[in-house]
């Protein structure tokens, strides 16, 4: 190994940009608002994560949603910044545990609990039909499954679907039966 030479950077250097910006619509290629595995190393963390860690961690890294892993490096569910709400932590805390001792597994959701898009199915669908799923169905992330080698292949998140389209999308969280049950019993 050599050591290369280093310059100054000059007042006349300018960013360089891609050539063709692909520019994504409702009517492009889902796949291409999908964080595919493939490609890209999904964001992970351990199910022992201290809770107010990893709430920390995901603040600093603009992280919305990690994939949760066990001690054998197994997928086993995903945790949301939104799961760990402060309501989410007390309500815990109310229970006899110290905020201390919660972990990103006292959070998550558990892959078994999780929906997904099959990657077959997404390969021929629309960005609007994603947009369309998950408004329909209020989630925020969703994963992607290839169902034939049962391999989690990736992830669409309606902040990264904003974000490409330059477009405000308000997905409203699905109320789950509990919280009904509560709501008529008031």
Not at 13 to 42: C, I, N, Y
Not at 90 to 119: C, I, N, W
Request: proline share 4%.
């Amino acid at each position: 190994m050599h050591s290369l030479p280093l310059y100054k950077t000059e007042q006349v250097d300018k960013l360089a940009w891609p050539q063709a910006q692909l520019a994504v619509t409702l009517h492009s290629p889902a796949l291409e608002v999908m964080t595919d595995f493939a490609v890209r190393e999904p964001i992970v963390i351990d199910d022992d994560t201290p809770a107010v860690e990893l709430e920390r961690l995901m603040k600093q890294s603009h992280v919305k949603m990690k994939l949760v892993l066990d001690k054998n490096e197994q997928f086993v569910g995903i945790v949301t910044l939104t799961d760990l709400s402060a309501q989410h932590i007390m309500q815990k805390v109310s229970e006899g545990r110290s905020r201390e001792e919660l972990s990103a597994r006292d959070f998550m959701q558990p892959k078994t609990t999780l929906h997904s898009f099959d990657y077959e199915q997404l390969s021929r669908a629309k960005v609007g039909d994603v947009v369309e799923t998950l408004k329909n169905n209020g989630h925020h992330h969703c994963l992607v499954t290839d169902r034939e080698s049962h391999e989690i292949r990736g992830v669409i998140s309606v902040s990264d679907i904003a974000r490409i389209l330059r477009l405000p999308l308000d997905i409203q969280q699905q109320p789950t039966f509990a919280e009904l049950s509560k709501l008529l019993a008031a």
